[in-house]
Structure formats: C-alpha cells, structure tokens
C-alpha cells in the first residue's frame, strides 16, 4: 500500500487546486504554485501528497471532470518528477481517477466511496492504485442538512463495508483499500466527537485507517477560533485519533503534524 509496514504513521499533505476550498482556496489554484506547495509539503515530510481539483467542503459546486482534470492532471505529472512518494488524486470521478494515475498518481481518494460514480471501482482495480474510501451521504451541497443518525458508528461502518465490497466485486485487493470516516461530511459536531471515540470499532473492520481533522469546523467550535488559528485543536484530535488506532493524518501542516506524531507515538509507545 504504501510505507505504513516500516513507518508508525503516515502523514498525507494536502495539495488544494481549487479557487474555494474551506481553508487555502485560491493560494494554490496555478499550476506552478500548487507544484510548488507540494514540494514544500514533501521537503517537510510528507508520506503522500493528496492533490485536489474540486472543493468538498458543505456547499460547494460540482465541478466537472474535465476541468477538474485541467487543474489537476499537469500538477501531478510535474510533483511526479521529483516526489517519490505516492501521489494521490482527490477526485470523485472516475475520468479524472483514470487521467490522474495514468500522469503518476498511485492512490485514489473517493470521499463519496463510489457512490458518486460507481465506475471509478473498475477504475482503480485496472490500473492497480490504492483507495481511500470515505463516509459520507448526500452531496457537498446537502450533506450538511440535518444529518442523523441512531447509532453513527455502526451506520458508517456498515457504509463503508458496503462501499469495500463494491471495490472488492471489481477486482481491488483489500491490502489495497483503505478507511476514512468522513469527519465533518454528513456529520453534527455530536457525530464528528462520538466518530473520534469510536476508532477502536472502525479498526476492528481490519482495514488502515485515515482520518482527516485538519483545520475543520468542530475543532473550531470546541476551540472558539477561526480556521487559521486551528493548528493545535487540529494536533489534538490528531493525538486522540492515534491512540485509537489510525495511523494515516490527511493534514494541512505537514512540519507540525510530523513533529508532533514522533513525540507522541514514542512517549505512547504505540
């Protein structure tokens, strides 16, 4: 899959070329700047770097494939000259799943599982990458609308159960997939809290875990700060979901987070 046999962690530096994403829309949305943000990320130690071309934060626009293509593609063939690690598409379609690893990506992060696009399973299984699966309902648009659940650990495991047989059907290896529990997509702040405390039960699904908490809203409200002031409630939640057992942090502060997680699993020892 990656590096997770020889590595305590993984840390997935994010790689945003989008005009609106929540935190660092429009700094990266050129080619040679987000190029060059990657290669910033990767010197500070990331593992993986996500490159997105299309915003999912709660009311967003759909974009469509081909310019999601047109933003990411030409930044992912350029970082894949110079960054040996995997690099990873953001991507929900499997036109710019297929374009993206053919330029050098190696993983495809789907954070609706599929559901979006079912083909992007195929997609995936033909051409060997890894994948994220994430949980989520809805839409961009309208995951945000009153979320419910009656019990949102065994909801959103069974959700991504199903979406890893769908991958499983089209021919993906399960040491190639990996989990994501969708922290702030079609969750309440009660939700994202009970999600974060129940790792040990999405872990016993038996598959890598990734969590991303960077920067994202519940953080703020627990914190009372806005998204810029959010990097030490984001290495909290980093050090709560560690001791509950993933051990892959897609982040925005690759240097912190990185600092933080070789302190924190050699004093834990876990």
Not at 258 to 268: G, R, Y
């Amino acid at each position: 899959m990656s590096t997770l046999d020889s590595k305590q962690f993984l840390i997935m530096g994010i790689v945003n070329v989008t005009p609106d994403s929540f935190y660092d829309g429009g700094r990266y949305s050129q080619i040679d700047a987000a190029v060059a943000h990657g290669l910033r990320l990767a010197q500070e130690g990331a593992d993986i770097l996500d490159i997105g071309g299309a915003s999912s934060r709660p009311g967003a626009s759909i974009v469509d494939p081909e310019e999601e293509c047109s933003r990411v593609v030409p930044v992912i063939e350029k970082l894949a000259r110079d960054f040996k690690g995997p690099i990873s598409v953001d991507t929900t379609w499997s036109l710019t799943a297929r374009a993206a690893l053919k330029a050098g990506a190696s993983w495809v992060n789907d954070i609706s599982a599929a559901r979006f696009d079912p083909q992007i399973a195929n997609v995936v299984a033909e051409l060997g990458a890894t994948v994220v699966l994430m949980h989520s309902r809805k839409t961009p648009q309208t995951m945000q609308h009153a979320p419910s659940y009656d019990d949102v650990i065994k909801e959103v495991s069974g959700e991504l159960l199903e979406a890893v047989s769908k991958f499983r059907a089209a021919g993906v290896g399960r040491e190639r997939i990996i989990l994501d529990p969708g922290i702030g997509f079609a969750k309440t702040f009660d939700h994202n809290i009970a999600l974060l405390r129940g790792l040990e039960r999405l872990k016993e699904l038996g598959f890598p875990l990734l969590v991303g908490t960077s920067r994202k809203a519940f953080i703020g409200k627990i914190t009372e700060r806005e998204t810029e002031q959010r990097l030490w409630g984001s290495l909290g939640s980093v050090a709560s979901a560690y001791t509950r057992g993933a051990r892959i942090f897609r982040v925005h502060d690759v240097k912190e987070t990185l600092d933080f997680l070789k302190v924190f699993s050699t004093i834990e020892n876990v």
